[in-house]
């Protein structure tokens, strides 16, 4: 019974029919590399940024140039090395927030899916409950109440997309616990716990990639809004959504470049993720139907 859990289809063919030739796959790629300059610009930040994001290095409303490749803000700090280095901020946000929720809403889902009764009931109904909230508005009124903080914001993101972790995973263990080699492995005696662990999560892996990334790109546009609203960071940390709404004002007045460079960053990133899970889920499917 040890290798029950091959009946699902391994991750690692998974990639290697993304890189193939293949619907999804001209998404999947672009998605990834938009993805992995993001990531290498925030790893890389104290190496390739011209200046402190924090210092006022030159007069204000700069239109971009050589010297300052995107300009400088309204109070003459440079905003190419602010989008540098907010790039490290909301990485963080987002990656700790879908963590979070992950390691909440997957056991909750795999628990309620597999056992059922009252505890399945119980649960389903407070998921239910938070999911019909509208996520934005949620997490601006848990950001309020911690504060405002990187880490603050992360939590009430996670608190926000537990119920599609544990929707999804509930659904697709309700399916995986119906197949005859789960009966098989009950007949055989073999502990509920180790039924969910060993022969139903690995299962559960394409649908949890799947919603990671789709999550991570939603948990994106929710960090830059409660930045935008001042419930993320303080300044003058650099922040994409702060800087956003900090240079607003001005675009009235032509001074595009103060909302162009961060909103068209948190559009990027977004992007690159939602691609991503797009082209997975377009490959789960196709193989489905094989």
């Given at each position: 019974?040890?290798?029950l859990?091959?009946?699902s289809?391994p991750l690692?063919?998974l ?7 293949a619907p ?5 790629l672009t998605g990834?590399?938009i993805?992995?300059v ?10 390739i940024?011209p200046?402190?994001?924090t ?9 971009p140039s050589?010297?300052?490749?995107m300009g ?7 905003i190419f090395s602010?989008i540098i280095w907010?790039?490290r901020?909301?990485?963080y946000v987002v990656?700790?927030?879908?963590v979070?929720?992950m390691a909440?809403g997957?056991?909750l889902?795999l628990l309620?899916g ?7 009931r119980?649960?389903s109904m ?10 934005l508005?949620?997490?601006?009124a ?9 880490t603050?914001t ?9 119920p599609?972790?544990?929707?999804m995973?509930r659904?697709q263990?309700l ?5 005859l080699?789960?009966?098989a492995?009950r007949?055989l005696g073999i502990?509920n716990g180790r ?13 949890i ?5 789709l999550s ?7 960090e830059?809004g409660?930045?935008y609203?001042g419930l993320?960071?303080?300044?003058p940390t ?5 800087d956003?709404?900090?240079?607003q004002p001005?675009l009235i007045d ?5 909302v ?5 960053s ?6 690159g993720?939602?691609l991503?899970g ?6 789960i499917s ?5």
């Amino acid at each position: 019974m040890e290798n029950l859990s091959l009946f699902s289809r391994p991750l690692k063919p998974l990639f290697k029919q993304v890189f193939e030739k293949a619907p999804g796959r001209l998404m999947f790629l672009t998605g990834l590399l938009i993805v992995l300059v993001f990531v290498a610009m925030a790893i890389l930040a104290p190496l390739i940024s011209p200046y402190d994001p924090t210092d006022i290095v030159d007069d204000p409303f700069l239109p971009p140039s050589p010297k300052h490749l995107m300009g400088t803000n309204r109070i003459g700090q440079d905003i190419f090395s602010r989008i540098i280095w907010g790039s490290r901020i909301i990485l963080y946000v987002v990656f700790l927030a879908t963590v979070l929720s992950m390691a909440m809403g997957i056991p909750l889902g795999l628990l309620s899916g597999y056992i059922g009764g009252k505890l399945d009931r119980a649960l389903s109904m407070v998921m239910d409950s938070m999911y019909s909230f509208p996520a934005l508005i949620l997490a601006i009124a848990i950001a309020a109440v911690l504060g405002p903080s990187p880490t603050n914001t992360a939590i009430a993101i996670a608190f926000v997309y537990v119920p599609t972790y544990f929707r999804m995973i509930r659904g697709q263990t309700l399916s995986i616990k119906a197949q005859l080699y789960i009966d098989a492995a009950r007949a055989l005696g073999i502990p509920n716990g180790r039924i969910m662990v060993k022969h139903i999560l690995p299962n559960l892996g394409h649908t949890i990639l799947v919603v990671f990334t789709l999550s991570v790109a939603d948990a994106i546009l929710t960090e830059a809004g409660l930045s935008y609203i001042g419930l993320s960071v303080t300044p003058p940390t650099p922040d994409w959504g702060y800087d956003l709404r900090a240079g607003q004002p001005f675009l009235i007045d032509g001074m595009w470049w103060l909302v162009f460079f961060p909103g068209i960053s948190v559009m990027l990133l977004a992007m690159g993720f939602a691609l991503i899970g797009e082209a997975l889920s377009e490959r789960i499917s196709l193989a489905q139907t094989r």
